[in-house]
């Protein structure tokens, strides 16, 4: 179904607020938890955001070829082979955050000035099929605010861990 007007606005300002979101999350990691992985196979919060810098920016990439390439075929990726052959614990966040702010502050520029009917384009994704300019949006407007919960979520395991007791 397609978005209102007023519906694309709140996701459109949900979008441009999600990095403020994201740095907060990290803020509240002390600098020791944050290469923690709170179990086998799940992200440290160093990870996410390393993760969030190249989502975004191939996120970036997504709308751009949906808004102006004829029938997009937007390709999927493994997001966990990224973490681990691109060593998002040895990546620096500061890159990664800039990276971050950037995609979001260019799209935020790109999307507030879309006139409607470029809400109806569509591509087609590798993995899931028809995939709509709108479809995007809604991914991506909660895209950074679920991973600061996933931030805050790893660091309230870290601070629940049973600890050596005291010798």
């Given at each position: 179904m397609p978005l209102t007007n007023d519906e694309r606005a709140r996701l459109i300002a949900q979008y441009a607020a999600g990095p403020a979101r994201l740095q907060a999350a990290l803020d509240s990691v002390p600098e020791e938890a944050r290469q923690w992985r709170p179990a086998p196979g799940a992200w440290s919060a160093h990870e996410i955001i390393c993760h969030c810098g190249d989502s975004e920016t191939t996120s970036a990439t997504r709308i751009r070829l949906l808004l102006a390439e004829q029938d997009p075929v937007i390709t999927g990726y493994d997001q966990d082979a990224w973490a681990e052959r691109l060593d998002y614990h040895g990546h620096p966040l500061e890159p990664?955050?800039?990276?971050?702010?950037?995609?979001?502050?260019?799209?935020?520029?790109?999307?507030?000035?879309?006139?409607?009917?470029?809400?109806?384009?569509?591509?087609?994704?590798?993995?899931?099929?028809?995939?709509?300019?709108?479809?995007?949006?809604?991914?991506?407007?909660a895209h950074l605010?679920?991973?600061?919960?996933?931030?805050?979520?790893?660091?309230?395991?870290?601070q629940a861990r049973e600890r050596p007791a005291p010798v």
């Open positions: 990664a955050l800039a990276a971050v702010d950037a995609a979001r502050a260019n799209t935020v520029a790109l999307l507030r000035r879309l006139p409607p009917e470029s809400w109806s384009r569509e591509g087609r994704h590798s993995e899931s099929g028809r995939y709509g300019a709108e479809d995007w949006l809604r991914i991506y407007a605010d679920d991973h600061a919960r996933q931030i805050a979520g790893n660091l309230a395991a870290w």
